[in-house]
């Protein structure tokens, strides 16, 4: 379905900015990336009540044999090297069922991160996986994670084409075309905020610095911007940080428990949101599972945390139409 960011937008800002307590104030208006102009959405509150709306976002990818994340880098120059291919193999064939079994059990919403390759290139998984979570919002991330990123460097119209063809491909695997935009191994330039807004896209995770959601006015159209923090990504926590489960379990609960004392120490404050990234590869494992479901049944039980999926943040703010 395509869909553009909603007119609503203004009116919600003009209506806000006379009573909340803005952190964004002193965040600059022109995005340093693409210098269009970036307008913060105040949110007052989140559905019933809510000051903080959390996001689980599971990153559903393809490398291709030899490619993808390592967690034995001292085995990496190993041809073949089995056991890290074993370790993205285990992600894909068991952890993403897996994950989409837990948020199904706990009625947790759930969005979905997806390379365009991945359906058909397993499409058991994929079949499997969809059936646990029939109405998750999909979220277009490119082709694949390794070989055919976005073509960075080539022009406004190449990235254009490469947008078009992901939202096919996955539209023609899952039955919807996407209405958000992950870029692929979350590199992308100053292009590629115009690029998504020309081929239909809403909403992209590829805002990394702020508590709240903005809209970014580009010349093909407004893109609405999703919080999506660099040091809750799991993978980042994990695999590059080399922190262990536990560990990522405890920056979850301490980065949303903060948010939550800051707005209950200052009920003017504006609502807050944080799309969080998951990854199979951390996630999907026995004891990653454990320490997600730990994290879930803590946010479940705390009354200014709102558990939702990226649609659903966009609808609250009156951001989609």
Excluded at 7 to 30: E, K
Excluded at 138 to 159: C, D, K, V, W, Y
């Amino acid at each position: 379905m395509k869909r553009k960011a909603s007119g609503c937008f203004a009116a919600l800002v003009i209506l806000s900015t006379g009573h909340l307590l803005s952190p964004a104030a002193a965040q600059d208006t022109i995005d340093a990336v693409t210098g269009f102009q970036r307008n913060p959405a105040h949110v007052a509150a989140w559905p019933g009540g809510k000051k903080v709306a959390v996001s689980f976002a599971l990153f559903v990818e393809a490398f291709g044999f030899g490619q993808g994340p390592v967690f034995r880098p001292d085995l990496a120059s190993r041809n073949p090297d089995l056991v890290n291919e074993a370790f993205r193999e285990y992600a894909i064939h068991w952890g993403i069922a897996r994950v989409g079994r837990l948020f199904k059990e706990l009625g947790v919403p759930l969005s979905i991160v997806l390379n365009a390759e991945f359906p058909e290139k397993y499409p058991l998984v994929w079949k499997e996986f969809r059936a646990t979570q029939p109405k998750a919002p999909i979220i277009a991330h490119g082709i694949n994670n390794t070989s055919q990123l976005l073509p960075l460097g080539r022009g406004l119209a190449e990235q254009k084409a490469y947008i078009r063809r992901t939202l096919d491909v996955i539209a023609g695997a899952a039955g919807a075309r996407p209405g958000g935009w992950s870029s692929p191994s979350v590199y992308s330039n100053g292009d590629t905020m115009q690029a998504i807004a020309a081929e239909g896209i809403t909403y992209t995770l590829d805002q990394m610095d702020s508590d709240i959601v903005s809209r970014l006015e580009t010349p093909d159209g407004p893109v609405v911007l999703l919080p999506y923090p660099v040091v809750t990504v799991d993978m980042g926590q994990h695999l590059a940080r080399m922190k262990t489960l536990v560990e990522v379990e405890g920056v979850w609960l301490d980065y949303i428990s903060e948010l939550t004392s800051e707005a209950r120490a200052d009920p003017e404050r504006e609502a807050t949101t944080v799309v969080i990234g998951i990854h199979p590869f951390v996630v999907g494992t026995p004891d990653g599972a454990a320490a997600l479901r730990r994290v879930l049944m803590r946010f479940k039980t705390d009354d200014a945390v709102w558990l939702t999926d990226t649609e659903s943040i966009l609808n609250a703010a009156n951001l989609i139409k």
